[in-house]
């Protein structure tokens, strides 16, 4: 380990954030690698430790044996004041080296209030943030993840973005930037190349011109650039890269425990979710493999706990063969299996008796609207009748505790709809006392956990306006007083937080200039309540001249061309448009599996999604 | 049911690794080793894993102790090869073999503070540890409470002696240790630094051994 560095780790909270040697770390010869790549995930270690892609890609890129991949996270404010102080520029876990001698260096973009950190994270490394002013070839610094769905608020920091699905394009981009790096090309022909690439969208190539009104006038490509970028899509699960290792943190992280993916894609269609359409189409990985490559993971890290993942955990058609299947060995091993995103109510009883996770955790709705009208408009298909009749069979089954998610701000909401989160949640709770074996001497707790919503690109609400602020907290001082009992309590995520998301979500490219000026100014980690800096960014909106409500709070038109829009992640156009307009009145959509929607991804797969039977 | 005592040694990157961790570390490194350890049999059955002094965040340690139980046939041996295979990069377990005596027998650790040739100034150092009073802050209780509490570290020096290894000149220091009274070597080199103003700052810590009241190796 370098000791300018170890001095550091004596003087930070938690110093094996950032150490490294943890088991399955892959060290590598750097003299026998073509590509150095560093994979950067833009938040704390233990945030970043959680995160699945990242471990697919790491595990993915290692298995080349031309290509070393190290990990890299953003140091906490004590980390990065010492390194500042120390002259130490941003380096990898696994080596210690500076990123900055790195080939690639990639960002996972997760969420958009990570924006701050991947400049903060460039500039630490040593490199000018911007991309124009990164002239050499090397290092060409890349992002993926949901949020490149709208890459124009970062077009001015990262060269090229990967939409869509990371693990056929990583490995042609590798191959693209070795030979270019043997050639001695410059970075506009590497760029050129790679823009030849399906899924890679080079933003340097692509011209936006705006109206007066500041609306998107065109948005062109340069000569012999595709004008519309396609997602990538990974064909079969089955067949498809999977890690055999992952890297056990000897730290405690947020997801600490082996996690699998059951299948990609949702039938649900819940129009506010921007993961339900932008990870289709649905593609079921099989229970063979699963179980194979859980059993393979447990006895590699020594975890004892197995999370099987998807948007819809009850959706996956062979649950009940998965199960069975991961039993015969998980109760001798001591493994646990858990099974997040559940619905309760179609479930196998005998089977939900062996899982110990599933018995243990707590009761959870996610009905996200108070009333069924609402909830139609959102195409949240969840009754009050199911809700009430699942919360009568816990009760009896000794429950006492019961969780609901709901967000404000929906499109079409009205003051009826917010008191009717709390009357849902009176019913709960009355449906409680009803239930004549209830244990004596004990209350109900309802618990109601409100967020505020963001429209989302390339969901049916992309045109929608966002609450404001203000209205957002008269909404929710509405609530608070509707609740009556304290057997409901109330918590709200509504952070100004979020009212940033929603500018950033739908931006365009004029907001980089927003982005850096309020990073220079000190923002960093703006997801993390206690280090986001609203008035900093409110500065940083009047500097640049920019309103951030024409991005948030505005109703777009239809017709108008939207800064994502010569992205390609398969759906129609149309058919969110009639999504939109079917909300308007209240109509809903069937799931996938009961009736096709039409929305047109399967046609990025060969026409084949897992949701037809 | 048998217990064992894995002695261990803990260096490099690994001396980051916190003493919570290291056991959650452990328990894993055992899963994967396939050693068939012991587990409680209550209505939340867990492994028995104890460690005989926990380290403090930083220092490295040789011959560091740990107790388990081992639930069927495993030779001692094939334990201690099978952990290797499966440990992370600086963690090593040296031997292992059936306990003798409580690790409240502990009394004193023997350490080693490496110096940077650069600065370092053997009388200055002689000077504060023969001064009686090496006075530091450190986290107590009284009455329940947490409450911060001074303690005079050149009250636990059982002995020291000055010597070099390669590039460093080295502090072999035994300190009073134990479940009664602990001197903790960050304290004292953190003392030690203050003192000097900030010349005789250890690069390194290692704790070498762990000793009984009649000075005989605990392990």
Same mark, same amino acid.
């Given at each position: 380990m370098k000791s300018n560095i170890e001095q550091l780790l004596l003087q930070v909270q938690k110093p094996a954030r950032y150490s490294g040697g943890e088991l399955n770390a892959v060290v590598k010869d750097k003299e026998k690698t073509d590509i150095r790549y560093a994979f950067c995930f833009p938040d704390n270690y233990e945030i970043g430790m959680s995160h699945l892609g990242m471990k697919i890609l790491y595990s993915l890129s290692n298995a080349r044996e031309d290509t070393w991949c190290e990990r890299v996270f953003a140091p906490w404010e004590d980390m990065e004041a010492q390194m500042r102080a120390n002259d130490i520029p941003l380096f990898a876990l696994e080596s210690m080296d500076s990123i900055r001698d790195f080939d690639l260096i990639g960002f996972t973009m997760q969420y958009e209030l990570s924006y701050t950190n991947v400049l903060n994270m460039l500039d630490l490394a040593g490199l000018p943030v911007r991309s124009a002013e990164r002239t050499s070839l090397l290092p060409i610094v890349i992002a993926g993840g949901p949020c490149v769905c709208n890459p124009e608020p970062l077009a001015d920091f990262i060269d090229l973005f990967l939409p869509g699905e990371g693990e056929e394009v990583t490995h042609e981009l590798i191959d693209l930037l070795k030979e270019h790096?043997?050639?001695?090309?410059s970075k506009e022909e590497f760029? &050129?190349? @790679?823009?030849?690439?399906?899924?890679?969208y080079v933003p340097s190539l692509y011209d936006v011109t705006y109206h007066e009104d500041g609306t998107i006038a065109a948005v062109t490509s340069q000569d012999g650039v595709p004008a519309v970028v396609k997602k990538r899509v990974i064909a079969d699960l089955d067949t498809v890269f999977y890690p055999d290792k992952f890297v056990v943190p000897f730290m405690e992280v947020v997801h600490d425990r082996v996690v699998h993916e059951i299948f990609r894609g949702c039938i649900r269609g819940?129009?506010? &979710?921007? @993961?339900?359409?932008?990870y289709r189409p649905i593609r079921e990985k099989s229970p063979e493999t699963v179980n194979k490559q859980s059993r393979e993971l447990c006895k590699t890290t020594g975890y004892d706990e197995v999370s099987l993942c998807s948007l819809s955990s009850s959706d996956y058609t062979k649950i009940k063969e998965l199960l069975e299947q991961m039993l015969d060995w998980t109760v001798e091993d001591r493994v646990n299996i858990a099974l997040p995103s559940l619905r309760v109510d179609n479930f196998d009883e005998n089977l939900m008796q062996k899982l110990q996770s599933v018995r243990r955790s707590g009761l959870t709705f996610a009905p996200e609207a108070g009333t069924q009208r609402l909830r139609d408009a959102i195409n949240k298909n969840v009754s009050e009748e199911e809700m009430i009749l699942t919360s009568r069979k816990a009760f009896a089954g000794g429950w006492t505790a019961v969780k609901l998610y709901f967000m404000l701000g929906l499109p079409t909401e009205t003051d009826e709809d917010v008191t009717g989160i709390a009357q849902l949640a009176q019913k709960v709770v009355d449906e409680y006392y009803k239930n004549?074996?209830?244990?004596?001497?004990?209350?109900?707790?309802?618990?109601?956990s409100v967020s505020s919503f963001v429209p989302k690109p390339f969901t049916p609400f992309q045109w929608e306006p966002q609450d404001t602020q203000d209205e957002l907290k008269r909404k929710q001082e509405l609530l608070k007083q509707s609740v009556t009992t304290r057997k409901v309590s109330l918590s709200f995520h509504n952070k100004p937080m979020s009212a940033l998301e929603g500018v950033f979500a739908r931006g365009d490219r004029r907001l980089g200039r927003v982005l850096e000026t309020a990073w220079r100014n000190g923002c960093t980690f703006d997801s993390w309540d206690d280090h986001f800096k609203e008035d900093v960014w409110a500065q940083a909106f009047r500097t640049c001249g920019i309103d951030p409500a024409f991005y948030a709070n505005r109703r777009r038109d239809h017709s108008e061309i939207l800064p994502w829009d010569h992205l390609d992640y398969g759906i129609r156009k149309e058919?969110?448009?009639a999504e939109n307009q079917k909300s308007h009145s209240g109509e809903v959509t069937l799931n996938c599996r009961e009736r096709c929607a039409a929305c047109g991804v399967n046609l990025l797969n060969g026409g084949k999604c897992d949701a037809k039977s | 049911m048998r217990n064992l005592r894995i002695r261990f040694d803990k260096t490099g990157r690994a001396k980051y690794v916190s003493h919570l961790d290291l056991n959650r570390c452990m328990l894993r490194a055992f899963r994967r080793s396939g050693v068939p350890i012991w587990y409680t049999e209550g209505f939340n059955p867990h492994p028995?894993?104890?460690?005989?002094l926990p380290l403090p965040l930083g220092v490295e340690s040789e011959q560091d102790v740990m107790d388990v139980r081992i639930d069927g046939e495993m030779e001692n041996d094939e334990i201690?090869?099978?952990?290797?295979?499966?440990?992370?990069?600086?963690?090593?377990?040296?031997?292992?073999?059936?306990?003798?005596?409580?690790?409240?027998e502990i009394a004193a650790a023997q350490y080693s503070f490496f110096f940077d040739g650069e600065g370092f100034a053997e009388a200055a150092l002689k000077e504060i540890l023969d001064s009686g009073e090496i006075l530091c802050e450190k986290m107590g209780k009284?009455?329940?409470?947490?409450v911060m509490k001074q303690m005079n570290l050149a009250e636990h020096i059982r002995g020291y002696a000055l010597g070099r290894e390669g590039d460093y000149n080295v502090l072999y220091i035994k300190l009073s240790a134990g479940n009664k009274v602990n001197a903790n070597p960050v304290l004292l080199s953190d003392a030690l630094s203050a003192r000097s103003g900030g010349r005789l700052r250890a690069v390194n810590i290692r704790r070498t051994a762990l000793l009984t009241e009649n000075n005989v190796a605990f392990s």
């Open positions: 790096k043997k050639k001695g090309s760029l &050129c190349a @790679a823009a030849q690439l399906e899924g890679v819940c129009r506010f &979710c921007q @993961a339900g359409f932008i004549p074996d209830k244990p004596k001497g004990k209350g109900v707790q309802v618990s109601v058919f969110l448009i | 028995y894993m104890t460690f005989a201690v090869s099978r952990l290797n295979a499966v440990l992370p990069e600086g963690l090593r377990v040296t031997d292992a073999a059936e306990p003798w005596g409580k690790p409240d009284k009455n329940g409470r947490k």
